[in-house]
């Protein structure tokens, strides 16, 4: 999710932080920049799942008819109701004023499952198979699409005297946690390669699209321990427990 002045969600699946400034009203290198890696994350994995030993059950065929749907509905959808729902009941057009950011992974996520099982039962696919096929194409988005967030300097982390500190132009004086480039290694790159790896092998179906649930869950829930928690929310419970360590309580169980 990204509040407004906040620094704290994948994907191919990323937010952006309302009231920082907007990457197509920066000038020059910057906004290439920002634009290209969020491309690359979409071509990356369009051009993962065109790799002949991965082409099956009408994988291929769901991954690239999911370009045609605007999974950013969904992503929008889900801060609407998990991040700020009290605002847009008050303000109902603000909704459809994407331009001033607001997403949610975990909207996007489960815009995405829905989307694939009507696909599925549409075409008479196993919705398992095709979820199995397109689970290790995420990564490769999540991880361009954290570093896009780095470079539009949102969603930093809490403020720290540590070694990896650095300053945010938007994030105030003191050096944060740049928990954009933890979450682009961790929910980018370690997952990318261990679920490649794992799908490559013979396996039980429903076990790749498990691992990626385990894997998001547990990284995700733990470097919300050094982002900056959402501004309107704060901590739910106990002095730390942040909205994105609850959306992922139903991916470490399920």
Known sequence: ASPPGSGPDHAGLSEHQPGSPEPWSR??????????????????AGALARVPSRVDCGGLEWAEGRRSVDVDHARRLGYVLFYDLPVYLDQPSEIFKI??????FHGGLVGVLLMGWWWSRRNKKKFMDVVDFVAPLVPPGLFFGRIGNFINGELWGGVTDGPLGMVFPTGGPLPRHPSQLYEAGLEGLVMFVVLWVYSSRIRPT?????????????????????????????YLAFGWLTMGQLLCVPLLIA
Request: glycine fraction near 16%.
């Open 99 to 104: 331009w001033n950011g607001g997403m949610s």
């Open 27 to 44: 000038a020059g290198p910057l906004v290439r920049a920002y634009v290209s890696v969020r491309l690359s994350g979409r071509m990356g």
């Open 206 to 234: 429903g076990r790749v699209s498990g691992l990626f649930a385990v894997l998001y869950g547990v990284f995700r829930f733990a470097v919300e321990f050094v982002r900056q928690p959402d501004p309107q929310l704060g």
